[in-house]
C-alpha cells in the first residue's frame, strides 16, 4: 500500500491560512515497486490537474530509496561486518548500515 498526502487549495478563513488536505491509500501486491509508485503519483498529478490550476507540483518522500533503486542494487548493504542487522536488506550486520 502507498499513502499519498495532498494539500492544495490554501486560502485565508477568519484570518487564518487554511488548506484542504487529502489522503490517497492506493493498494497493489507490488511491494515497494518504483513502476506502480510512480504510476500512482503520475495518476494523482493527473486528478489534480483536471480539478485545479496547477501551476507547480511539489513532492516529499518519505526517502525510501530502495523504490528507485534498480533491482540488482536493491537490498544490498555497503557494510562488511556479521551480525542481525535493523534494515530490511540482506546484510547481516549490527554496525550502522547503510543500504544502496
Not at 43 to 48: A, C, L, S
Not at 50 to 76: H, M, T, W
Not at 78 to 90: K, L, M, Q, V, Y
Request: proline share 2%; aromatic share 10%.
Amino acid at each position: 500500500m502507498d499513502v499519498f498526502i495532498v494539500t492544495h487549495s490554501p486560502r485565508i478563513e477568519n484570518n487564518e491560512r487554511v488548506v484542504t488536505t487529502d489522503v490517497w491509500r492506493i493498494f497493489s501486491e507490488a511491494k515497494g515497486s518504483a513502476l506502480f509508485h510512480n504510476k500512482a503519483l503520475d495518476d494523482i498529478v493527473k486528478y489534480y490537474s483536471e480539478r485545479l490550476d496547477l501551476k507547480r507540483v511539489y513532492v516529499f518522500s518519505d526517502g525510501c530509496r530502495s523504490q528507485y533503486a534498480p533491482a540488482y542494487i536493491q537490498n544490498q548493504c555497503t557494510c562488511t561486518c556479521t551480525c542481525t542487522c535493523a534494515c530490511t536488506c540482506t546484510c547481516t550486520c549490527t554496525c550502522t548500515c547503510t543500504c544502496t
